[in-house]
């Protein structure tokens, strides 16, 4: 059974930094997607990684301040945010896909995690 498990939120500062993992067990393969949801919001894409690291993908609006990434001998992906704002602050997802077409679609994505939850303190 796969499944996918995030962890690494929680309560920061403005202008401070989280790293979130994503742990995974039952996949092989995948390309692999963070997602964020506000509440009363939609899921939105946030960052996108090849299996092989090698490809990655990013929302204008997390270009220049997150990165993804991925060791596949521990069978993780991360994503460190720096210089975290408000308008951040929501339920991360990890999610997991067979191919690299429309990164940014949720629909694509097959498996899903329970998501941890990042808030953003003034």
């Known amino acids: 059974q796969p499944q996918l498990l995030e962890s690494g939120g929680g309560l920061v500062q403005a202008g401070g930094s989280l790293t979130l993992s994503c742990a995974i067990s039952?996949?092989?393969?995948?390309?692999m997607g963070w997602f964020r949801q506000a509440p009363g919001k939609e899921r939105e894409f946030v960052a996108f990684?090849?299996?092989?690291?090698?490809?990655?993908e990013y929302t204008d609006s997390a270009k220049g301040r997150f990165t993804v990434s991925r060791d596949n001998s521990q069978n993780m992906v991360y994503l460190r945010m720096n210089n975290l704002q408000p308008e951040d602050a929501a339920g991360y997802f990890c999610?997991?896909?067979?191919?690299?077409?429309?990164?940014?679609?949720?629909?694509?994505?097959?498996?899903w995690g329970q998501g941890t939850l990042v808030t953003v303190s003034l």
């Open positions: 990684i090849s299996y092989s690291g090698l490809t990655t």
């Open positions: 039952g996949l092989q393969g995948y390309a």
């Open positions: 999610a997991a896909k067979p191919t690299y077409r429309n990164k940014m679609r949720v629909q694509d994505y097959v498996y």
